[in-house]
Structure formats: C-alpha cells, structure tokens
C-alpha cells in the first residue's frame, strides 16, 4: 500500500481512483462501509482504491476547544487499519489553517486537478466538509458531474439503534464500556504505545512490568485490567495497571499503562506495545505499604491466570 502526505503526490497514481474522503479516527464500521464503496468500485471497474485523510483531525485547528484530548487510532495505526481493508493507497493531508481556508469546491476542485484519473469519491450521506460545513453529498454530486467522477454515498452505520461515530466510540471507551466500542469499531479495540524505563521497582515486588506511554489514544478507566499484549509481532496474556500508582507516586505522577506480560522477561524500552482490555479486574488503590500493594498484586495475577 502507498501512501502519500499531499494531495499533489496524488498525480504520480497513472490509473483510474476509487477514493474515500474523511478523518476516519478509529476505522469504525461506519467507516468501513464508506471504504468498502471505493474499493468494490475499483474492484468493479478497474484502477485503484485510496483513503483520503487528514492530519491532524480538523477539529485541531478549526475549534480546538472542542476537540478530543484524545483519538482512538494515532497515523500509522490507522495507515495499519486501512491496510488491512485492501485500500491500494492511503493519503495523508496534511489540514492546517492554509488548507482549511478554502471553500468546499476549491478543495474538490484541487483534488479533481491532482487526483487526474478521479473516478469515484466515497462519502457518508451526511457528510459535509469544506470552509464553513459548505460542502455536501448534493453539491458534490454537482461538480462530479463537471470534473467527470461518480459520488458513492453510504447510509449511516447504526449500532443500538444510533450512528456510529469516532465520538461515540471515545465516550464508551472512557466509560470502559469496551463491548460497546467493540460492537462499533468491528474489532477489539487496542491502544499502542511505548515502553519507556521506569523506577524498576516492580522488579523487586517480583512483578516485572513494561511501562506503555500511549500513543494519544483514548485510554479506558484508570484500574487493573486483564489484557493480551502484541510485542515484536507476538501475543502474549498479561495483567496491566493503568493510573498514577499513588502508593508510590507523588501526586500528578504521569498515568503510564504498567503491563507484566506472563512467561515474558526481555528489555522491550523503547519498542512498540499492543494492548487489548479483556477485563476490568478492580480500581487502582493507595496501599499503606508496599507488602500490602505487593499481596494485591500476588491476588490480581491469580485471578487474571485463573480465567485464561
Ligand atoms: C497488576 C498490578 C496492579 C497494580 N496496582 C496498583 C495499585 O492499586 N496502586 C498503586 O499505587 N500501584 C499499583 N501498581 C503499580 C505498582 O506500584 C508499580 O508497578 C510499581 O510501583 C513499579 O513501578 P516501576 O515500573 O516504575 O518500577 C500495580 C501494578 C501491577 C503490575
Ligand atoms: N455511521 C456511519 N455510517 C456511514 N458513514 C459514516 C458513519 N460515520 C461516518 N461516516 C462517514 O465516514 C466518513 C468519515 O467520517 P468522520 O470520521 O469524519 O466522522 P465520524 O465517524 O462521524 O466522526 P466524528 O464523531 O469525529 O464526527 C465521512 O464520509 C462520514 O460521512
């Protein structure tokens, strides 16, 4: 799969494009079935399926204000979605003031230029886009008719009873309702991050535990979970807490994913960390001792390994 970072480097594809156009944060089954269009499109007709996204979300630079502290799939975990969908390419706008300052038909105009062979564009029926929400499924239908592509719009996605959308999803992950995000994004959902070195103190609890900085991505409840780790391409059940550790933390200690993967004992700082929450097995505590943290954690490793 290609990807580029400007829809300009779209004129180096010399075939007919099938496209996708929106944020897509997390890759939901929303999103799924806009992609879908553009690559049965070009499975039917011949030429290429491409996704094309922004970075950062727009929300970032049009009100910030509003906009999540945290997403559910940084870049290049969602490069790795959309290469599991069998999108031939993927580009990666990048959205800045510039770039947000045209109108709707600027921006398809310029896309339509750059993109010469543009077939296709895929959208939600709902979606609108461009300076001032001025571009819509309507509007966009028009000027495909002009610059020589087809409009596929799909139908809004519902799970119980209501849309699908990359906000939704967020709340029920902080809800820790991860069946629910499950449900929406088709696939568990897992968050990539880190490892970093910590106090190396675990080790002497006898527990020892790979420190995750996430990616930016929406984390669930602060507590202990069971979880399945992905580490150098492998899967492995592991027990993970996540908060500040107040029992051996200052207060406003950074919030660390802590994982102790089981059967596992190789220095992994630096590298990249999978993880999926199987399980919410209690709160995170402040103990009065470290004996007292240390039985607690003999108890949450007994639990987790008893239900694998
Ligand atoms: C399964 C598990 C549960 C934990 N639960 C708590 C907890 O409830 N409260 C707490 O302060 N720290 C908790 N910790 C974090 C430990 O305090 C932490 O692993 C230890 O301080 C080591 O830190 P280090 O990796 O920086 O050396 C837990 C760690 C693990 C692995
Ligand atoms: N539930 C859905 N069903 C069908 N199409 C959808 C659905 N959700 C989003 N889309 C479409 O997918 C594309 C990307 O959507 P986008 O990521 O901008 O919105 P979203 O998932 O609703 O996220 P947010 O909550 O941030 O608005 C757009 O074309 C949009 O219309």
Same mark, same amino acid.
């Given at each position: 799969?290609r990807?580029?970072?400007?829809?300009?480097?779209?004129?180096?594809?010399? !075939?007919? /494009?099938h /496209?996708? /156009?929106?944020?897509?944060? =997390?890759v939901?089954?929303?999103?799924?079935e806009?992609?879908?269009? &553009?690559?049965?499109?070009?499975?039917?007709? =011949?030429?290429?399926? =491409?996704? /094309?996204?922004?970075e950062?979300?727009?929300?970032?630079?049009l009100?910030?204000?509003?906009?999540?502290?945290?997403i559910?799939?940084?870049?290049?975990?969602?490069?790795?979605?959309?290469?599991?969908?069998?999108?031939?390419?993927?580009?990666?706008?990048? @959205?800045?003031?510039?770039?947000? &300052? *045209?109108n709707?038909?600027?921006?398809?105009?310029?896309?339509?230029?750059?993109?010469?062979e543009?077939?296709?564009? !895929?959208?939600?029926?709902?979606?609108?886009?461009?300076?001032?929400?001025?571009?819509?499924?309507?509007?966009?239908?028009?000027?495909?008719?002009?610059?020589?592509?087809?409009?596929?719009?799909? !139908?809004?996605?519902?799970?119980?009873?209501?849309?699908?959308?990359?906000?939704?999803?967020?709340?029920?992950?902080?809800?820790?309702?991860?069946?629910?995000?499950?449900?929406?994004?088709?696939?568990?959902?897992?968050?990539?991050?880190?490892? #970093?070195?910590?106090?190396?103190?675990?080790?002497?609890?006898?527990?020892p535990?790979?420190?995750?900085? !996430?990616?930016?991505?929406?984390?669930?409840? +602060?507590?202990?979970?069971?979880?399945?780790?992905e580490?150098?391409?492998?899967?492995?059940q592991?027990?993970?807490?996540?908060?500040? *550790?107040?029992?051996?933390?200052?207060?406003?200690?950074?919030?660390?994913?802590?994982?102790?993967v089981?059967?596992?004992?190789?220095?992994?700082?630096?590298?990249?960390?999978?993880?999926?929450?199987?399980?919410?097995?209690?709160?995170e505590?402040? @103990? +009065?001792?470290?004996?007292?943290l240390?039985?607690? #954690?003999?108890?949450?490793?007994?639990k987790?390994?008893?239900?694998?």
């Open positions: 799969m990807v580029f970072q400007d829809i300009r480097e779209l004129s180096e594809l010399d !075939a007919p /494009l /496209l996708a /156009l929106g944020v897509f944060d =997390g939901h089954v929303g999103h799924q806009v992609i879908g269009l &553009a690559v049965n499109g070009a499975k039917r007709k =011949g030429g290429l399926s =491409g996704v /094309l996204t922004f950062p979300h727009p929300i970032r630079v009100a910030p204000e509003r906009a999540p502290r945290r559910l799939a940084s870049i290049d975990h969602k490069i790795e979605l959309l290469k599991d969908i069998g999108v031939d390419f993927v580009c990666v706008q990048k @959205f800045d003031k510039d770039f947000a &300052a *045209r709707a038909e600027e921006f398809i105009a310029d896309l339509a230029y750059y993109a010469d543009l077939k296709r564009v !895929a959208v939600g029926e709902d979606w609108v886009f461009g300076r001032g929400r001025s571009g819509n499924i309507h509007k966009l239908r028009e000027w495909g008719g002009e610059l020589g592509f087809v409009v596929d719009a799909a !139908a809004p996605v519902m799970v119980d009873g209501e849309r699908v959308s990359s906000t939704r999803i967020r709340q029920a992950i902080r809800d820790g309702n991860l069946q629910a995000a499950h449900d929406m994004l088709g696939r568990q959902y897992t968050v990539v991050g880190t490892v #970093i070195e910590g106090r190396k103190l675990a080790r002497s609890l006898g527990f535990t790979a420190n995750v900085v !996430a990616h930016n991505e929406q984390l669930p409840p +602060d507590g202990v979970w069971a979880l399945k780790v580490v150098a391409g492998k899967s492995y592991a027990i993970g807490n996540l908060g500040r *550790r107040p029992t051996v933390e200052m207060e406003g200690a950074r919030r660390l994913l802590e994982v102790h089981f059967g596992f004992d190789e220095d992994v700082y630096g590298q990249v960390i999978e993880a999926e929450f199987l399980d919410y097995i209690r709160p505590k402040k @103990f +009065d001792s470290i004996e007292a240390k039985a607690q #954690i003999e108890d949450d490793v007994n987790v390994k008893s239900t694998i």
